[in-house]
């Protein structure tokens, strides 16, 4: 099936909608506010009006009857390559994100936002919850058009209860449950800028693990017979449910409900297997059941209620429908991947045909062949280099029961066209390692953390992370041979005098051990004389945790070194070591200090 739609222009793409818009919706009185809400691997199942009779999510499907319910919206496989292509409009592979660790997740600076959109329009930005789009300055949300960032950067969060989280760069001790506090942030937000314009970006980081939640919510779906993992999902699904009922309230006592376009969807599939309406796959697959998503948006007196939209959306086009109801006026940005749905909000399907079209899953990784083609009828996957393609009928097998690819050669031939042909473009630009820059004035102190480090190990020995990939929040473990090092990219904007500290665990037997810092043609050296290697931090974790668990570290300064402007690389070598390995690294830091 050929698509007649070709990814727009920004200055096309408004053109066209605002013709389309402008008969749909009635012009807002006033710019509208945008409240735009996601969580992190809650499924498409995971919704009770999504025929799922074990969950309870009252407010959510109040949304998904007060305005416009999607039937089948996309995203990508996993968490930040969806944040990037909401953000931008465009596939996350253009913006450099193709990962979820080791600065893959990082989003290129010269990407627009549509946060930099709305605040050149005049609107005041926030984020509350998971960025995941780049840890340090310009790629951070304060880089990226967001006035007002409270939460975190990295893929997931160690601990949900009483943490420390990031506002604008700086450390905040909260209290109480995660979800709770960054919705209370987010009302902040909202009741301080009630008088103006606002984009109010929520990404929860529920239900991803680890398994944390408050016991009141878990203790009533175990009594409902779940195992320990399901029942903990949807205990965060509901605490999250009620949290955004807290928002509503607050639009509507503060009298601006009418004026606001709300926006709930999710990251990826399912985290764990569960429910999910008998769709094949879950989170990190590239078939229906990893990238299909709930998605409703309400807008009263403009979106019609109990509206189901059939034809296929995805995360791409958020940027371009939301220019085109808000009316904001255009900023220069690079060629959208997306196309605005507007249109299908006022019913455009009931008066003509919507125009078919191909929307892209990529999956890059160990297995740099597992991708897919949707259509409104079809879905062809690749999912491993020797196999070849799989179609299915999505009309028919929506359970994707049946692969159809020998029936239909010449449908797989046109589809597996078309996509190789997409990823040619949207991989283009390569994948080379974005630096980290250090010496912006916003950030003069930049920490490079362990789990951001590319390590070089001896024949693959001698050096690892802790966990398992070098997720978010790990560290720099098992180093026992001098000869393997980690190292970390950065790019240095402004020269001038760096003081060097780094974070580490030490055992008593392996005190004495002497390191080296290198950076540009600067050396560093330091003996590890303190011991320090304490037992992790308490976790209420309710199920065994796959992630690292917290410590507190060490520190201990390094010196200073005088640094040009120059990309290149911090290295830290082990000239010696004392027992049979070095000290655990969790970060090493450049402050600016001249």
């Known amino acids: 099936m050929k698509s007649n739609l070709v990814a727009p222009t920004f200055a096309t793409a408004l053109i066209f909608l605002s013709s389309q818009v402008s008969h749909a919706l009635d012009e807002p009185l006033s710019p509208p506010n945008v409240l735009l809400i996601m969580t992190d691997d809650q499924g498409f199942g995971d919704i009770r009006s999504h025929n799922n009779p074990d969950i309870s999510t009252p407010v959510l499907d109040r949304l998904a009857s007060d305005g416009a319910r999607f039937e089948r919206f996309f995203v990508s496989p996993v968490c930040a390559p969806t944040r990037a292509s909401l953000l931008t409009g465009r596939y996350s592979l253009r913006t450099g994100v193709h990962g979820v660790t080791r600065a893959a997740e990082t989003m290129r600076a010269d990407e627009v936002t549509i946060a930099e959109i709305f605040k050149a329009n005049g609107y005041t930005t926030g984020i509350f919850g998971k960025w995941h789009n780049g840890a340090h300055y310009p790629h951070h949300p304060n880089g990226k058009g967001f006035d007002e960032f409270i939460g975190f950067c990295a893929g997931h969060w160690n601990n949900y209860f009483d943490t420390t989280l990031e506002h604008n760069g700086r450390p905040i001790r909260t209290q109480g449950y995660i979800t709770d506090v960054l919705t209370d942030y987010a009302i902040r937000f909202i009741h301080k800028n009630q008088s103006k314009p606002w984009f109010c970006y929520i990404p929860y980081n529920a239900p991803h693990s680890p398994w944390q939640v408050p016991r009141s919510f878990y203790r009533k779906y175990k009594k409902n017979g779940l195992d320990d993992k399901t029942a903990c999902a949807y205990a965060m699904v509901e605490n999250i449910d009620w949290n955004i009922g807290r928002i509503v309230d607050v639009l509507q006592r503060k009298n601006i409900s009418r004026n606001t376009i709300v926006l709930f969807l999710t990251d990826n599939g399912p985290n764990s297997t569960r429910y999910n309406a008998n769709m094949k796959g879950r989170k990190g697959s590239v078939h229906e059941g990893g990238v299909r998503v709930p998605f409703f948006i309400k807008w009263p007196g403009k979106i019609k209620p109990k509206s189901v939209i059939q034809p296929i959306a995805a995360h791409i086009d958020l940027l371009p429908t939301l220019v085109a109801l808000t009316g904001v006026k255009p900023i220069k940005t690079k060629p959208l991947d997306g196309i605005s749905f507007a249109p299908l909000l006022r019913g455009v399907t009931r008066n003509s045909k919507w125009p078919d079209r191909h929307i892209f899953s990529f999956r890059l990784g160990s297995n740099p062949f597992q991708g897919a083609v949707r259509t409104q009828k079809w879905r062809a996957v690749r999912y491993n280099k020797h196999i070849g393609w799989e179609l299915y009928n999505m009309i028919e ?107 580490y665990i030490c055992a008593e037997e392996n005190t004495g051990a002497k390191l080296q810092v290198q950076v540009a043609n600067q050396k560093l050296d330091t003996t590890i004389i303190r011991a320090h290697n304490p037992r992790p931090i308490h976790s209420p974790d309710l199920i065994t945790r796959k992630e690292v668990y917290e410590k507190v570290w060490a520190t201990q300064s390094i010196g200073t070194v005088e640094l040009e402007t120059v990309t290149t690389h911090v290295r830290i070598k082990a000239l010696s070591l004392t027992g049979k390995r070095a000290p655990d690294i969790k970060s090493i830091t450049l402050t600016k200090i001249k």
């Open 397 to 503: 097998d929506p359970n994707q029961k049946k692969n159809v690819a020998k029936a239909n050669p010449n449908i797989v031939k046109k589809l597996a066209k078309s996509y190789e042909s997409q990823v040619e473009k949207v991989t283009s630009a390569g994948f080379a390692p974005i630096p980290t820059e250090v010496g912006h004035e916003a950030r003069p102190t930049v920490e490079l953390h362990g789990h951001e480090a590319h390590l070089q190990p001896t024949k693959g020995r001698g050096i690892s992370y802790n966990g398992r990939s070098g997720w978010a929040n790990d560290w720099i473990t098992n180093w026992t041979d001098p000869k393997a090092y980690p190292q970390w990219p950065i790019k240095v904007v402004k020269s001038g005098k760096y003081k060097v500290t780094i974070r």
